[in-house]
């Protein structure tokens, strides 16, 4: 064992004993009485928080792989660089920002919220998709053209596949991100575990807070959890060989 | 057959990259593209199969305009195998081998058959490599599957763009050979881009020798290597050629041309077949102490004695085209 991975171990170790002591302290605390007393409300702010992340990542991967598609053409390949800049300029202005911003055409409600997380969650998979596509040897690509396969089909089985893995942690990082910023929606009325985040914030009640914030944290680390098992199942298991044969 | 009738390529930004190149590949014949870096082989190559435009002239496969045939179908029907042999990561040998035969429909058991035919012509075991990955294969067994994949629809024309260019010398001498003993089977029509004189008098029924994008001579490799047309190709070909040009000549060659020495009853000299080239012969006479060697034909008869007077004598005739008196 190399001693980059011993450190490695150690320091994961080190993370999940702290996390377990975490978890002790809440529990024994009584931290989730919230989620105890009125399970009806937490299962209603849950699946506020989960329909604003679902739908606007959905709508987000909705458009932004066909829109890197297209970008990668050799036809629309100019238009890459002003709809990166603009997907940019999506992200670099603050979350909260975005959701004044969703809030002042929208009015307040869930609706706002999931347009300005779907803005948030462009550019995530957009560069994701360009960089996967991109990152196809052109020799491969060269191959298949003179063996006489059509564009489409380039794209079908070459391009998409060796592209899948840059894609799915593309999706993955918007997914997680959002489920971080959606708890912001509270602030716009839409709704959410940050109800009681911002409850607790706002009354001093850490009761409030960890029952808003535990499920927040907890379902991120499961969504990533889960694109990770749908990367081992959607790429190619010769780009998985590819991958561990450049890294060794 | 290919047909290259004045063809010329310009790029972008005015670089002429061809230039009135004419000649013809035969059926079933290798012709080998050759010459400095940049002088237009991948270009010209790349022009058959239309995966770079014509500027000007014509290319005729098998007496049709390559501009007027379909692009898709005309390149599943030509084999292509480049350099970097362009496997596809994502697919199994399998899968790489049969991608073309997969587009045109063939059905599975079909597929089946040919891949297993297919490996067990480029040597490598059918049940072994099926699942496994372009990833877990060395560069020599990748360039093997890249020929295969090349010949799975069994095309008519092979484009192959110094296939064998990357792999270390002892490997790509065994693809030579190996693809030579393919090709006495397959008999396709082939034009073989490479960078390396020895590849191509080896591998080549003709050559081609281009600079920049011009040809310079069109012709059989003993031509190329014992009548230089001019200082250029002497010069590309090596001060070696005639050496070399040892190597394409069998000792049948010359017994036709002139006839061996009586025969000889001695029992202390070497033996020979009449089928080893003279370039071998030349070295078992300059090795031996002996100063002739017993020619034998397949049966073992004894056809008569080569000696280095008679090779010098062969040499005048073939090579310099003049006789000794
Ligand atoms: N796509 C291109 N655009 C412009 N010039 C090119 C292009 N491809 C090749 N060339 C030029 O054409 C010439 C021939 O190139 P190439 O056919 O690749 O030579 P070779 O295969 O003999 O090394 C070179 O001068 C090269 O720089
Ligand atoms: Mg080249």
């Known amino acids: 064992m190399s001693k980059q991975k011993r450190i490695a171990i150690i320091v994961k170790a080190f993370f999940w004993i702290l996390v377990l002591a975490f978890f002790y302290w809440v529990v024994t605390n009584n931290m989730f009485s919230r989620i105890i007393e009125d399970p ?17 990542s959905f709508i987000a991967v909705l458009t932004s792989i066909p829109l890197g598609i297209l970008l990668t053409r050799p036809k629309f390949r100019r238009g890459e660089w002003l709809v990166v800049n603009i997907a940019n300029l999506g992200q670099t202005i ?4 975005v959701l004044a911003l969703a809030m002042g055409v929208l009015g307040i409600g869930m609706k706002a919220a999931i347009v300005a997380l779907y803005v948030y969650s462009l550019l995530p998979i957009l560069q994701n998709t360009i960089a996967g596509i991109d990152s ?21 089985r070459v391009e998409l596949p060796n592209a899948a893995f840059s894609i799915i942690a593309g999706v993955r990082t918007a997914l997680v991100i959002n489920i971080g910023t959606a708890a ?40 990533d959890l889960g694109c990770r098992v749908l990367q081992f199942l959607l790429v190619p298991k010769g780009l998985r060989l590819a991958r561990e044969a450049i890294k060794s | 057959m290919i047909q290259f009738q004045n063809v010329s390529k310009i790029y972008e930004g005015d670089v002429q990259a ?72 994502n697919m199994t040998i399998e899968k790489n081998v049969m991608i073309v035969p997969d587009l045109l429909g063939w059905d599975r058991k079909k597929q089946r058959d040919r891949f ?76 073989f881009v490479s960078h390396d004189i020895d590849e191509a008098v080896k591998m080549g029924d003709k050559i081609t020798l281009l600079r920049k994008g011009e040809v310079m001579q069109f012709d059989r ?29 069998s000792i049948k060659d010359l017994s036709q041309a002139i006839s061996l020495k009586q025969k000889v009853e001695s029992n202390d000299t070497k033996t020979i077949k009449e089928d080893t080239s003279l370039r071998i012969a030349i070295s078992i006479l300059l090795n031996q102490e002996a100063d002739q060697i017993i020619v ?13 007077d008679l090779i010098e004598q062969f040499l005048h005739k073939e090579v310099k085209r003049t006789e000794i008196k």
């Open chain 1, 40 to 56: 009806n409300k937490f299962f209603t702010l849950l699946t506020q928080h989960i329909t604003i992340v679902i739908v606007s």
């Open chain 1, 94 to 97: 603050p979350s909260l920002a």
């Open chain 1, 136 to 156: 196809v040897d052109s020799k491969t690509k060269d191959a298949a053209r003179g063996m006489g396969l059509t564009p489409k089909q380039i794209l079908w």
């Open chain 1, 184 to 223: 912001l929606a509270y602030l716009i009325g839409g709704g959410g575990l940050g109800v009681w985040i911002f409850t607790g914030i706002q009354l001093f009640d850490n009761t409030y807070l960890m029952s808003g914030a535990i499920p927040v944290t907890l379902l991120a680390i499961l969504v």
């Open chain 2, 18 to 89: 061809i230039n009135n190149v004419s000649f013809n590949v035969d059926n079933g014949e290798v012709v080998i593209l050759i010459g400095p870096s940049g002088c237009g082989k991948t270009t010209l190559l790349r022009m058959v199969n239309q995966l770079e435009s014509i500027t000007d002239g014509e290319i005729r496969l098998h007496g049709n305009n390559v501009k007027e045939l379909n692009k898709i179908e005309m390149r599943r029907n030509i084999g292509y195998v480049i350099q970097s042999n362009g496997l596809f990561p």
């Open chain 2, 116 to 191: 297993h035919y297919l490996m067990e012509l480029i040597g490598l075991h059918p049940d072994d490599y099926r699942t496994r990955y372009p990833h877990e294969l060395s560069g020599g067994q990748q360039q093997r599957i890249g020929v295969a994949r090349a010949l799975a629809a069994d095309p008519p024309v092979m484009l192959m763009d110094e296939p064998f260019g990357a792999l270390d010398p002892i490997i790509r001498n065994r693809l030579q050979e190996e693809f030579l003993q393919i090709q006495r089977e397959v008999k396709k029509t082939i034009l």
């Open chain 2, 221 to 249: 490799p003993t031509e190329i290597l014992n009548h230089p047309k001019n200082a250029f190709v002497s010069e590309f070909v090596g001060q070696d050629r005639v050496l070399k040009s040892m190597s394409l000549y």
């Open chain 2, 296 to 308: 034998l034909d397949d049966a073992g008869n004894n056809l008569g004695s080569l000696t280095l």
